[in-house]
């Protein structure tokens, strides 16, 4: 790896200070630590002046790939500038604790049963669990959900089978797996949507579940969507929305208005919380009423004036996480909601939209194929003029600063 200038140690001066650290007390080291454990010679750390480090550190951070700095493409998803006000908003309960009495964390409370509320609201579910900490962790709580659901009716032994579009979200084949389903994949068609012949030929007694994407990973709306989820319903079959594209469509349809049973957010997607780095994440869960009895514990409820922490669901399938989830993301989601609003988000998904046809209609124009050149969401696939290599398109968007 190229260094365009020298590390800590290249920069050492022997003798040369940042700091002076106050002298240790006087302690028999080897009687407490073992004298088989302590150093025969200091170790070998970098002699250099605080300047010297600050100057180094920051030349590092002017080399980050950020939301801050650039834009941030990861696969499919679609992140979004982190507005730092809900990093002070989440820098403000730092002091709290998971194992405190609820009664001194009203505000916290409030906070995640506004924010269940909002997200019901915005997926047309009728409850939410805030639990799961990130999008494959809340596809697998709603897979368990329906699988829940099909055990109770007397049906867990007969419904083995999850069917999976080709351009559903990469991680729902693996979800399905994990949660004991046998996965089938259902084609495209030409137009890129889910072929509706192959998908009316796959159902039968024997699906739990069809896993869908929508928009799906091409970018495009499934336009027949109505007619495959009353045609899954037909037969019992019940439908999972993954969440990982609504900011194509977010305060324009809901999931739970197509007839989607359960659906998973993102919330370090489509509701600006950091994404990237390991975690944390967030990915809430959405059901429906005949699925909602299932919903892990606990969740939040209001009680009078007072909030609580509900467990008394008989039929949950459990904790899904340590605690209630991660929630100093779920502050951040909040505070992006309630400042921007229901006519906010709506002109966010407009604008993610809008862009993406603005850039499709672009590269067109300098020679890229668009496989399927019609109106698309929040993203759309090219494929680059002869003798050129997607390779070659993302180095030349590092050249140019991007």
Not at 194 to 220: F, R, S
Not at 229 to 247: R, S
Not at 249 to 255: Q, Y
Request: charge should be neutral; charged fraction near 20%; include cysteine.
């Amino acid at each position: 790896m190229k260094r365009d200038f020298p590390t800590l140690f290249e920069r050492s001066r022997p003798g040369r200070r940042g700091t002076r650290p106050p002298r240790p007390p006087e302690v028999d080291l080897a009687g407490l630590l073992g004298a088989e454990n302590l150093r025969s010679a200091p170790p070998r750390l970098p002699e250099v002046d605080e300047l010297t480090v600050v100057r180094h550190y920051t030349n590092l951070s002017r080399r980050q790939v950020g939301v801050d700095t650039h834009f941030y493409p990861l696969g499919s998803c679609t992140m979004k500038y982190n507005p730092k006000v809900g990093e002070a908003a989440a820098a403000l309960f730092a002091e709290l604790h998971p194992y405190q009495d609820p009664e001194t964390a009203q505000g916290a409370l409030q906070i995640m049963y506004e924010l269940q509320t909002y997200l019901a609201e915005i997926t047309g579910m009728d409850a939410v669990t805030l639990q799961p900490a990130a999008g494959a962790h809340g596809e697998l709580t709603g897979m368990l959900l329906i699988r829940a659901y099909h055990e109770s009716r007397g049906e867990g032994g007969q419904r083995r089978v999850v069917l999976v579009p080709d351009s559903a979200h990469g991680s729902n084949p693996a979800t399905a797996s994990m949660a004991g389903y046998e996965v089938r994949e259902v084609p495209s068609g030409p137009d890129g949507e889910v072929d509706p012949k192959a998908l009316m030929e796959a159902l039968g007694p024997h699906v739990a579940a069809i896993m869908l994407t929508n928009p799906n990973t091409l970018g495009l709306f499934e336009r027949k969507i109505l007619e495959l989820i009353d045609a899954a319903h037909d037969q019992g079959v019940q439908l999972y929305y993954d969440g990982a594209n609504l900011n194509a469509i977010m305060g324009w349809a809901r999931p739970g208005d197509m007839g989607f049973d359960v659906v998973h957010l993102n919330l370090h997607k489509t509701f600006s919380t950091p994404h990237g780095g390991g975690g944390p994440g967030s990915g809430p869960v959405g059901a429906k009423a005949h699925l909602a009895p299932f919903l892990p514990v606990p969740t939040v409820k209001r009680e009078g004036e007072r909030y609580v922490l509900d467990f008394d669901r008989p039929q949950t399938i459990g904790r899904m996480r340590s605690f209630y989830g991660n929630f100093a993301v779920m502050v951040r989601a909040y505070a992006y909601i309630r400042m921007l609003g229901a006519e906010g988000l709506k002109r966010a998904s407009a604008m993610a939209v809008l862009n993406a046809n603005y850039l499709r209609k672009k590269l067109a124009a300098a020679g890229y194929r668009i496989p399927y050149d019609r109106l698309c969401k929040h993203e759309f696939i090219a494929q680059p003029p002869e003798g050129l290599k997607a390779l070659d398109v993302a180095k030349a968007l590092l050249d140019y600063g991007y």
